[in-house]
């Protein structure tokens, strides 16, 4: 079962322009959530992270938005640059904020075209 | 510099031939764990560790071993690697000092079994 998903496995946007990439999730314990940024060849490295009892957080060009009834949370990157082509997993610390499992998504792969 | 130290980065090796992948991090993390990346499944817990002496299965953890004997490193064993184990793995350690503490990973280290 599959608790976090990334449904779009790609995406590709012009240089400038808004960058949003999604992720939805079935476990309403979650209470956290993290963007990774993967580079080939490299480890994930953190992102940004969003709390369950907040609904956006910022961080300059990168903002992730929380909709809990909808379960659903997105990544906005704006303006997008060249160098932000990555792949993008979201991932759901276990529910009481542990470790113990921290589920990601499948990822998305970004491309921004110069 | 914080880091995690993963090797070897690339290993071939043939079915039943024990390895291991080292890890070691020096960041007096309690928590590490080790995932499998692979094509359309994203990242996927094999083994995770609290503490020294402390670890428990994750989501795929058939024909993995690991110990934790000492803070700092967490050991991946494949007693008797098999094909279907050819994967890019990732080690990871985090703090536990409170909600959505971010993960560091290392390198990676592509494994094929051949």
């Known amino acids: 079962d599959q608790q976090v998903k990334q449904n779009s496995p790609s995406l590709s946007v012009q240089e400038g322009r808004i960058s949003i990439l999604n992720c939805d999730y079935t476990?309403?314990?979650?209470?956290?959530f993290l963007w990774y940024k993967k580079y080939p060849a490299e480890g994930p490295t953190f992102l940004i992270s969003?709390?369950?009892?907040?609904d956006k957080n910022e961080d300059g060009r990168f903002t992730v938005f929380l909709n809990k009834s909808a379960k659903h949370l997105s990544l906005h990157i704006v303006p997008s640059q060249p160098g932000d082509s990555a792949v993008y997993f979201c991932?759901?610390?276990?529910?009481?904020?542990?470790?113990?499992?921290?589920?990601f998504g499948t990822g998305t792969k970004l491309q921004v075209i110069p | 510099e914080a880091q995690v130290t993963q090797n070897p980065r690339y290993l071939i090796t043939v079915t039943g031939k024990k390895l291991t992948v080292t890890c070691s991090q020096n960041?007096?993390?309690?928590?590490m764990s080790w995932y499998r990346q692979d094509p359309g499944l994203g990242l996927r817990q094999i083994y995770y560790s609290m503490n020294v002496e402390v670890t428990d299965k994750g989501d795929v953890p058939e024909g993995y071993k690991v110990s934790r004997k000492e803070k700092r490193n967490f050991p991946l064993i494949l007693e008797s690697p098999s094909p279907n184990q050819t994967s890019l793995y990732f080690c990871a350690s985090s703090s536990l000092t409170g909600l959505g503490e971010k993960l560091f990973f290392g390198s990676g280290t592509q494994l094929s079994v051949l």
């Open positions: 960041m007096n993390h309690e928590y």
């Open positions: 476990n309403s314990m979650f209470d956290y």
């Open positions: 991932a759901a610390p276990g529910h009481s904020g542990g470790y113990q499992k921290v589920t």
């Open positions: 969003i709390s369950s009892i907040k």
